[in-house]
């Protein structure tokens, strides 16, 4: 029996210590720092396995698959050229496996600043972090704002796992914004996507956010219903030329997905009136 299996432990992750979500807690499984954040494993009785970085939950055994399916297909499933793929941040590898259900993918470049995520994920989450394993797959372990600074390679989608476009991770960077230098790398015809955060908790987050998206691309925005994070529903931009709503590629063997379906596409983009007032439309 665990040292902890006796013991009354909870996992909180806080709004602005405002509002949260609070989990019970099994065992502790993995903790460690790195030169970038803490790194913890934790076995929940909701979730099943959950890594927080930072003290804030990434993923869980029992919702990873929505986030990654949520933040993945709504993209690529509206571009009928998907080749090559960019993902900043994604070091559990969830992201890219979701990419790779497309037969057109040929690379799919994953840019992680903690090694020591990936390494963590490969042990305990290896259903998301077996997609390094796949050739197509380079992972690159460098801070998102110096790569794209001398990246000269141009990607049909570009997927955000990470935080807001302009939070800066280096000291590095040059004087161009971050998205400004995430957009210069996408293709004519590409697409983006990128979580924007709460609309209700952190609407100003989300509606700074998406005043710096417009006279890139026209932008969209999207909801996703992710249980294990706090306030459930998170704010996702869209970004490209084509039509956000029609599905013109599948992913492989759909009818496997979480949560994803060509039937709830273009419905993902009606937002509750309230959500709409939240982010300023």
Same mark, same amino acid.
């Given at each position: 029996?665990?040292?902890?299996s /006796?013991? /009354?432990?909870?996992l909180? @992750?806080m709004f /602005?210590d405002?509002? +949260?979500i ?5 065992d ?5 720092n ?7 494993v934790?076995d929940?009785?909701?979730f099943g396995? =959950?890594?927080?970085l930072?003290?804030?939950i990434?993923?869980?055994d ?8 949520m933040?993945?297909h &709504?993209?690529?499933?509206t571009t009928d050229k ?6 900043l941040? +994604?070091?559990?590898g ?5 990419v790779? #259900?497309y &037969?057109?993918?040929?690379? =799919?470049?994953?840019?992680e600043? @903690?090694?020591?995520?990936v390494?963590? !994920?490969?042990k305990w989450f &290896?259903e998301?972090a ?6 197509? =797959?380079?992972l ?6 110096r790569y794209?600074?001398?990246c000269t390679?141009l990607f049909?989608a ?6 807001e476009?302009?939070?800066t991770?280096s %000291? %590095?960077?040059?004087d161009r914004?971050?998205a400004?230098t995430v ?5 004519? +015809?590409g697409v983006?996507?990128s979580p924007?955060? @709460?609309?209700v908790?952190?609407?100003?987050t !989300?509606?700074?956010a998406? #005043?710096?998206l417009?006279?890139?691309?026209p932008?969209?925005?999207?909801l996703?219903?992710? &249980? ?5 529903q998170w704010?996702?931009?869209w !970004?490209?030329?084509?039509?956000h ?9 759909p009818e496997t ?13 009606v937002?509750p009136k @309230? =959500?709409a007032r939240?982010? +300023?439309?």
């Amino acid at each position: 029996m665990s040292i902890t299996s /006796n013991l /009354n432990l909870w996992l909180e @992750d806080m709004f /602005n210590d405002q509002t +949260g979500i609070k989990v019970r807690v099994r065992d502790v499984l993995h903790a460690e720092n790195t030169p970038f954040q803490r790194i913890a494993v934790y076995d929940t009785v909701a979730f099943g396995r =959950v890594l927080t970085l930072g003290g804030s939950i990434a993923i869980t055994d029992s919702d990873e698959s929505i986030y990654s399916e949520m933040l993945v297909h &709504p993209a690529l499933t509206t571009t009928d050229k998907v080749e090559r793929v960019l993902v900043l941040g +994604g070091g559990d590898g969830g992201v890219a496996r979701e990419v790779l #259900r497309y &037969p057109g993918v040929k690379k =799919v470049t994953v840019v992680e600043i @903690d090694r020591q995520v990936v390494e963590v !994920c490969r042990k305990w989450f &290896p259903e998301s972090a077996s997609s390094f394993d796949d050739p197509r =797959v380079e992972l690159v372990i460098d801070d998102a704002h110096r790569y794209l600074a001398t990246c000269t390679e141009l990607f049909d989608a570009i997927i955000v796992d990470a935080g807001e476009l302009d939070d800066t991770a280096s %000291d %590095d960077f040059y004087d161009r914004t971050f998205a400004d230098t995430v957009f210069a790398r996408l293709r004519e +015809g590409g697409v983006l996507t990128s979580p924007l955060g @709460d609309p209700v908790f952190e609407s100003d987050t !989300c509606r700074s956010a998406l #005043r710096k998206l417009k006279g890139r691309l026209p932008s969209h925005t999207y909801l996703m219903s992710v &249980p294990s994070y706090p306030g459930s529903q998170w704010a996702v931009a869209w !970004c490209g030329a084509g039509d956000h709503r029609k599905v013109v590629s599948m992913p492989t063997k759909p009818e496997t997905l979480t949560a994803w379906t060509p039937e709830l596409q273009p419905a993902m983009f009606v937002l509750p009136k @309230d =959500v709409a007032r939240h982010l +300023g439309y």
